[in-house]
């Protein structure tokens, strides 16, 4: 018998959200256009040519949203602002009506009790910035922090915790390297110097963070445990390369002020020698790391798989979600401990974990009975609290997603939400799994006890 399971009572519980696959009405008040309100209008792109216009309609109804998450019992909330509603060309000229949203959310969460926890990018990049190159420009370090900068003035006397990106690795691999994700570009010199500006924004926006900000502000990463297939030396190295690809290339900088020397390896002759300086500015101070958990790989040796030379091995046996991900949550255990040794034990928060399953019709009774995803987020919690066990300084929780919402490029298709969403009637109906995380929160998590 393990020992029981009681969270600490100030433990964050919460769900995630992101401000373009879920608030629709991305034209409204003045808004500017996004990169992914363009990706979405060029056919085939994302399936079936679904686009965020309505989404969730997060954007007209948070109110009843916020109304949905007292009664689930969160105590704190994560959300995006959409940068193109504060400034329409991205930079220069301020929206008021657009700030105003965030305000009004910000306001109606403190009112429930909920505490706000806002990520500043999360893949919407004002489309007028694209247009002056984007990510791939030096430039746009200036441009995330002097945005920033207008939203903490506006929310820092009320909002106590800031994440600056969300998932660069997912930034630039989705939107430079394989163009699956906006901007779409398919290109291996363009991949490294994503990154590099990703995290020289990153470092400017916590920079004027500390000029502006009395609170905590973190780094939002994906984190995708690699586990060698054998313990061959192509096998091992493979593992390797993977590894520093997704993992240490963005954690590395941030906090070691060094990339991992395996993107040498990987990109060739497309790895810039960069100015020392830069790391100088990347490696700032931070308050907290955000961990996105979704699954882990199993590792080979592929001399076909470019650029990595790596790919991973199907696991006989294993649930896999409708992703094509594989269910594993002793990997969220293992990368909270890798990250406790790695990075000196940092506070930690998971800030994504999820899964998207098929889900039934809503039943006669008005019931969701989603029972890959409440098995999901049971073993989940249970690894998030052996992490704790075991050390990790480990703050609070977020479920992705609270609501059924825009999967990127596969759109509608994919359900994360713990609350449904019909996207007819845009009624919400909370399923079994949210009705689990009720439970697990308003029992400090005594419900996972031997189950
Ligand atoms: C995250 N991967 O994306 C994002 O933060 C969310 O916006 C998204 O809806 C959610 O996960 C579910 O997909 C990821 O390939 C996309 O490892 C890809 C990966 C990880 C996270």
Redesign the pocket.
């Known amino acids: 018998m393990s020992a029981p399971i009681r969270f600490p009572s100030d433990f964050l519980w919460g769900c995630a959200t ?1 401000a373009y ?1 879920i608030e629709g009405s991305p034209l409204a008040d003045g808004a500017g256009p996004s990169i992914w309100h363009r990706f979405t209008r060029t056919p085939g792109l994302t399936r079936d040519g679904e686009n965020g216009d309505i989404a969730s309609d997060h954007y007209r109804r948070y109110k009843d949203d916020v109304a949905l998450m007292r009664r689930l019992g969160l105590n704190s909330y994560r959300f995006s602002i959409a940068w193109a509603r504060v400034l329409p060309e991205g930079k220069g000229r301020v929206n008021p009506a657009g700030l105003a949203f965030y305000d009004r959310l910000v306001d109606e969460l403190l009112a429930a009790g909920i505490a706000p926890n806002v990520t500043l990018y ?2 919407d990049l004002p489309a007028a910035l694209d247009d002056r190159g984007g990510w791939l420009t030096p430039d746009i370090a200036d441009w995330f922090a002097d945005y920033a900068q207008v939203v903490y003035r506006k929310l820092d006397d009320r909002v106590k915790m800031w994440a600056t990106l ?2 660069p690795w ?1 930034v630039t691999d989705g939107g430079y390297l394989h163009g699956a994700l906006a901007p779409g570009h398919k290109n291996f010199y363009e991949a490294p110097l994503a990154s590099h500006h990703l995290m020289r924004a990153h470092g400017k926006a916590v920079q004027a963070y500390r000029a502006e900000g009395k609170h905590k502000i973190g780094l939002v990463v ?1 984190i ?1 445990p690699k586990y060698p297939a054998s313990q061959s030396p192509e096998d091992l190295a493979a593992t390797q390369r993977a590894d520093a690809y ?1 993992n240490r290339q963005y954690l590395d900088p941030a906090l070691l002020g060094s990339y991992p020397p395996e993107l040498k390896d990987i990109f060739g002759e497309a790895w810039p020698d960069w100015p020392a300086e830069d790391f100088a500015l990347i490696k700032q101070p931070l308050d907290f790391i955000g961990l ?1 958990y ?2 882990r790989n199993v590792t080979r040796h592929d001399e076909a798989n470019w650029p990595l030379r790596a790919s991973g091995v199907k696991q006989a046996g294993a649930t896999y979600s409708e ?1 094509g991900w594989e269910v594993y949550a002793q990997g969220l255990t293992d990368t909270l401990a890798w990250i406790r040794d790695r990075y000196g034990n940092p506070e930690i928060y998971v800030t ?1 974990n ?1 899964s998207a399953f098929y889900d039934p019709p809503v039943a006669e009774d008005g019931a969701i009975d989603d029972p890959l995803r409440v098995s999901y987020l049971k073993k989940h919690l249970r690894a998030v609290h052996a992490a704790i066990e075991a050390g990790c300084n480990l703050r609070g929780y977020y479920a ?2 609270l609501l059924d919402n825009f ?2 490029s596969l759109g509608y298709s994919k359900r ?1 939400g713990i609350v449904h969403v019909d996207y007819a009637t845009q009624q919400r109906t909370i399923k079994a799994s949210g009705k689990l995380y009720a439970e697990v929160i308003a029992s400090h998590g005594a419900v996972l006890d031997g189950q």
Do not use: A, I
Request: charged content about 20%; proline content about 0%; glycine content about 4%.
């Open positions: 992101s696959q999360h893949w969300n998932e997912v994906n995708e997704m996105n979704y699954t992703t994504e999820g992705w997603s999967e990127w994360f």
